[in-house]
T-cell receptor, first 117, second 110 residues
Framework: DAGVIQSPRHEVTEMGQEVTLRCKPISGHNSLFWYRQTMMRGLELLIYFNNNVPIDDSGMPEDRFSAKMPNASFSTLKIQPSEPRDSAVYFC???????????????FGAGSRLTVL | GIQVEQSPPDLILQEGANSTLRCNFSDSVNNLQWFHQNPWGQLINLFYIPSGTKQNGRLSATTVATERYSLLYISSSQTTDSGVYFCAVGRKTSGSRLTFGEGTQLTVNP
């Protein structure tokens, strides 16, 4: 398997522009997570989906952020309008959610580094 | 929410040395994972270990759930072990949410 695929790897944009980050989870995984990493706040969970349904979006900073998972193989995280404080590395991760031992072992993508000028 | 504390925050070793990283957590957990973030930013899952002991090559981990801590052992360290080691925990009541600690920055010098 190619692992979790994220795009773009790097994005530089100007304040006010719309940013869309994309993620393809590992085939067969039924949970998908969006994390953000900054020096100040570390790794924060933004939102996660089980079977394409958003379960917990309490980490989404504000209404400027939205996430969708239209099918089991694709998710997007959108920021509109973007602000300089959104600059961070955004990670997507996926896991196989089941009740047995080894549940929810996360596999991360390579991350999308966002810089908002 | 659950608190996760990792120690030490920074660790510098000479190649070949052994080390122990610690993760303390404030509540009962049913999910605990260790990750390594390499200097290029990639996060790699090392262990899923909500309890007990596991070994994988030069790395091993032990979680004592009743005392709310986990240890990651690195033996005969190599320069490629450099990076940040994160502990992440989850509670049954929190669904699939994992809370990450702030990490231990490890530097292994040749």
């Amino acid at each position: 398997d190619a692992g979790v695929i994220q795009s773009p790897r790097h994005e530089v944009t100007e304040m006010g522009q719309e940013v869309t980050l994309r993620c393809k989870p590992i085939s067969g995984h039924n949970s998908l997570f969006w994390y953000r990493q900054t020096m100040m706040r570390g790794l924060e969970l933004l939102i996660y989906f089980n079977n394409n349904v958003p379960i917990d979006d309490s980490g989404m900073p504000e209404d400027r952020f939205s996430a969708k998972m239209p099918n089991a193989s694709f998710s997007t995280l959108k920021i509109q309008p973007s602000e300089p404080r959104d600059s961070a590395v955004y990670f997507c991760a996926s896991s196989l959610r089941w009740q047995g031992y080894g549940a929810n072992v996360l596999t991360f993508g390579a991350g999308s580094r966002l810089t908002v000028l | 929410g659950i608190q996760v504390e990792q120690s030490p925050p920074d660790l510098i070793l000479q190649e070949g040395a052994n080390s122990t990283l610690r993760c303390n957590f404030s509540d009962s957990v049913n999910n605990l994972q260790w990750f390594h973030q390499n200097p290029w930013g990639q996060l790699i899952n090392l262990f899923y270990i909500p309890s007990g002991t596991k070994q994988n090559g030069r790395l091993s981990a032990t979680t004592v759930a009743t005392e709310r801590y986990s240890l990651l052992y690195i033996s005969s360290s190599q320069t490629t072990d450099s990076g940040v080691y994160f502990c992440a925990v989850g509670r049954k009541t929190s669904g699939s949410r994992l809370t990450f600690g702030e990490g231990t920055q490890l530097t292994v010098n040749p």
